[in-house]
């Protein structure tokens, strides 16, 4: 299975952008998906996540209200909506699949076993 990630770009403060990760190439039937992020300099980070079965989410206390993970199970689409984004949100958004994450996991880069290749987000005026 491989992951596909896009919508990144440049954006204003206080845009928004809705980043997809299209999962293609075999049978797939996680029980999490996750977005993570990269910024120049700094370390992986969570940002949020959502159970295949049952549509649980998890955000991080910094994006908060401003972002929404959502499923298109038939498209095998899971999506990130983001807005009033901020300079400080610029990094590379990656997406990824988990077949074993658990609430308490559900923040760990470890509980993901495959990755996307990262899209873009700039934040800038």
């Known amino acids: 299975v491989q992951l596909q990630a896009s919508g990144g770009g440049l954006v204003q403060p206080g845009g928004s952008l809705r980043l997809s990760c299209a999962a293609s190439?075999?049978?797939?039937?996680?029980?999490?998906m996750g977005w993570f992020r990269q910024a120049p300099g700094k370390a992986r980070e969570f940002v949020a996540a959502?159970?295949?079965?049952?549509?649980?989410?998890y955000y991080t206390d910094s994006m908060k209200g401003r972002i929404t993970i959502s499923i298109d199970k038939p498209k095998y689409t899971v999506y990130l909506q983001m807005n009033n984004l901020k300079p400080e949100d610029t990094a590379v958004y990656y997406c990824a699949s988990s077949n074993g994450a658990i609430t308490s996991t559900m923040r760990l880069s470890q509980s993901y076993g495959t990755w996307g290749q990262g899209t873009l987000v700039t934040v800038s005026s």
């Open positions: 190439g075999g049978t797939f039937r996680p029980n999490a």
């Open positions: 959502i159970k295949w079965n049952g549509g649980s989410t």
